[in-house]
């Protein structure tokens, strides 16, 4: 979740509605200007005792976080409190309960994104090996309960905790106990930004299951194969989901700012401080009408603080987010940019990937979107067929995308390689989530302590 440091004092303050449009279409890029951005989270535990460090106990997340400034990190703060770091590499901050993300810097190909994620995850592991903190690469808590977690001193995350339970079961699961693996690309046009939009939703379930990684709750099965992405279908259906508009016809910038527009606010931040706007409307703020600031109009920055507010399947502020996969160990991390790069960065790899799609029905994609979670591969996606029969042909569409973008390093190897962990998927038919599944009924023998051991970075 984004990180606010400054108030919107300065910021120039929206009139219209088609400022909020406009927003959309100062994305665009040319071709040759288009980046990569990966984030990923990872749980932070004590390696004695497996517990979730809070942010003020001695070694803990505070520690974690100033250990990282002897890497030329720049502490950022709310309040007194470091509550992320920024450089080079992007910026490292906090979920809710103390996950730690990276959110990594614009790159041109995969090969920075990967040495980026070994940079951090090197300075990470450095630290914690003298903290004893170990950190996992999963969708969820295999072990902790909601209780069993730390609150990290974030205002907005104090607004979203109280606002939850009112709109949905599990959206205090969703901030507590998941991580996940995101990537942000961009787009050349509001046409381009259609395509790529509708490819990459329908798809998005596939991504789910390939990277699917989240099959044990409260320290036994749950019954899933993505936790995690069964957690969205229950946390507030006015900011999440599959939605249907995004494949209409004329859909573009204006559909999705109305959509945006119709998302219950959160917050406004304002002097340093989150003020609490949850479930108002951000119409009412452009009207000058917003309760909580009598009179006060919205600014630009308020606009990208609400549209991250929003939990779509795929969602857009400047660029296109990817958020359908559960965190990971490193080479996943590698693997769902290049996943995405491969299929909506080369012409010719959109088209193939929208010739498999177009014609499926939104009921199809709903249920596809439903059943994911739980049957992984096996979801279905209409004409007796499953997420497993279009699996492989998806991944050599981005292998030829790859391929075509002749992205080399310095060895001469283009970017196709980084799909192999998902090849090793398709081939042996087995998602992440049911090889620990066969691990915890095998040789763990029911000891779900052994993934602390197996699944760390």
């Known amino acids: 979740m984004s990180t606010r440091t400054d108030s919107a004092g300065h910021d120039p303050v929206i009139e219209s509605r088609e400022q909020l449009i406009a927003a959309f279409a100062k994305g665009e890029k040319p071709k040759d200007r288009w980046r990569i951005g990966t984030e990923h989270e990872k749980f932070v535990y004590d390696r004695g005792d497996h517990h979730a460090p809070s942010y003020e106990e001695k070694g803990g997340i505070h520690a974690l976080l100033i250990g990282l400034t002897r890497y030329g990190w720049t502490p950022v703060y709310e309040g007194d409190n470091i509550i992320a770091l920024s450089g080079s590499d992007g910026t490292i901050s906090l979920e809710p309960a103390g996950q730690l993300e990276l959110s990594g810097a614009p790159l041109e190909n995969l090969h920075q994104t990967c040495a980026e994620t070994g940079r951090h995850l090197e300075q990470v592991k450095h630290v914690g090996d003298q903290l004893g903190l170990g950190f996992l690469g999963l969708g969820m808590w295999p072990d902790k309960s909601r209780a069993d977690l730390p609150i990290m001193p974030k205002g907005r995350y104090e607004i979203m905790l109280r606002h939850m339970p009112r709109v949905g079961s599990l959206g205090l699961d969703m901030m507590l106990r998941t991580c996940t693996i995101q990537t942000n690309l961009d787009y050349g046009s509001e046409a381009d930004m259609a395509q790529k939009f509708r490819v990459s939703l329908a798809l998005q379930p596939l991504a789910t299951a390939l990277f699917a990684n989240s099959p044990f709750t409260d320290g036994k099965p749950n019954g899933f194969l993505s936790y995690r992405s069964h957690i969205w279908s229950d946390t507030d259906p006015a900011r999440t989901g599959m939605l249907p508009f995004v494949f209409e016809d004329g859909f573009g910038y204006e559909r999705y700012a109305d959509y945006a527009l119709d998302v219950p606010m959160y917050f406004v931040y304002r002097d340093g401080r989150y003020i609490d706007a949850a479930g108002h409307s951000f119409r009412d703020f452009l009207d000058g009408n917003l309760s909580v600031l009598p009179g006060e109009k919205p600014t630009e920055k308020d606009w990208e603080d609400h549209l991250s507010t929003a939990f779509p399947e795929v969602r ?70 499953t997420l497993r029969d279009i699996a492989r042909p998806v991944l050599d569409i981005a292998r030829l995308g790859l391929a075509a973008r002749g992205r080399l390093n310095p060895s001469g190897d283009n970017e196709t390689g980084y799909l192999s962990t998902l090849d090793d998927v398709v081939a042996s038919g087995k998602t992440h989530a049911e090889r620990l599944l066969d691990r915890y009924h095998g040789d763990w023998q029911g000891d779900l302590g052994r993934i602390y051991a197996e699944e760390s970075f």
């Open 316 to 385: 857009m502020k400047s660029f296109l987010e990817m958020r359908g996969a559960d965190g990971g160990p490193w080479n996943r991390i590698c693997a769902l940019p290049a996943l995405w790069v491969g299929l909506l960065y080369d012409q010719g790899a959109l088209d193939a990937a929208w010739d498999l799609v177009k014609d499926w029905s939104m009921e199809e994609r709903q249920l596809l979107r439903d059943s994911v979670p739980r049957l992984g591969l096996d979801a279905p996606i209409g004409g007796g067929r």
